[in-house]
């Protein structure tokens, strides 16, 4: 399977909604997450089955989807979530990750 | 709490072998798969292998497969990747993950370490 993400990198202002796209070449039936990498850092998981928050998570990041097209949205950005996020489905091997989204502060 | 704690990463010359470890803490790994993910330099993230909980079953990645090996001792709670015949394309910064649910072969990861860095090189 596939994993398209986009954008590659956006820049946005500190309230501002920002939203990433994953899509898969297949169905993957919900199974995709994401994750958010600060730099140095591991990765964190933030959202599983496409749009369970995960504990400790803050409610702006919240994750949809439509048929194919999976979506990361950040209602309100924050400084702390300068990163890189990754979308990964998990519905059959191998594990595919999307190739990642630059988030900064403009 | 969950913790792993990777090792065995260093510099290797072409052809070489490594052994990476990753020791857990906070969970028992005979109730979750895991799993190795690497990350290349400035790169994204790329699944590399993953074992069930039991370590009967193991899945690879093409880039991988049959030049490494995962394996784990539950006794010691303690993931391994036996690495051979490295190429200049592995060198990554390597993380071992656990499995958000138990036993489920092929899922999210919601643990990981901090990574072990290899760098394959003459």
């Known amino acids: 399977t596939q994993m398209t993400q986009s954008p590659s990198s956006q820049s946005a202002f500190v309230g501002d909604r920002v939203i990433i796209t994953c899509r898969a070449s297949?169905?993957?039936?919900?199974?995709l997450a994401w994750y958010q990498q600060k730099p140095g850092k591991a990765p964190k998981l933030l959202i599983r089955a496409a749009s369970t928050l995960q504990s400790g998570v803050p409610s702006r990041f919240s994750g949809s989807e439509s048929g194919t097209d999976y979506t990361l949205t950040i209602s309100s950005l924050q400084p702390e979530d300068v990163a890189t996020y990754f979308c990964?489905?998990?519905?059959?091997?191998?594990?595919?990750f999307g190739g990642g989204t630059k988030v900064e502060i403009k | 709490e969950v913790q792993l704690l990777e090792s065995g990463g260093g510099f290797v010359q072409p052809g070489g072998s490594l052994r990476l470890s990753c020791e857990a803490s906070g969970f028992s790994m005979s109730d979750f798969d895991m799993s190795w993910v690497r990350q290349a330099p400035g790169e994204g993230l790329e699944w590399v292998s993953t074992?069930?909980?039991?370590?009967?079953?193991?899945d690879y990645a093409d880039s991988v497969r049959g030049r490494f090996t995962i394996s784990k001792d539950n006794s010691k709670n303690t993931l391994y990747l036996q690495m051979s015949l490295l190429r200049a394309d592995d060198t990554a910064r390597y993380y071992c993950?656990?499995?958000?649910?138990?036993?489920?072969?092929?899922?999210?990861?919601?643990?990981w370490g901090q990574g072990t860095p290899v760098t394959v090189s003459s």
């Open positions: 993950a656990k499995a958000a649910q138990p036993r489920r072969f092929l899922d999210c990861l919601d643990y």
């Open positions: 990964q489905e998990y519905d059959s091997g191998p594990l595919t």
């Open positions: 074992i069930s909980s039991t370590g009967g079953r193991a």
């Open positions: 297949r169905g993957i039936n919900s199974f």
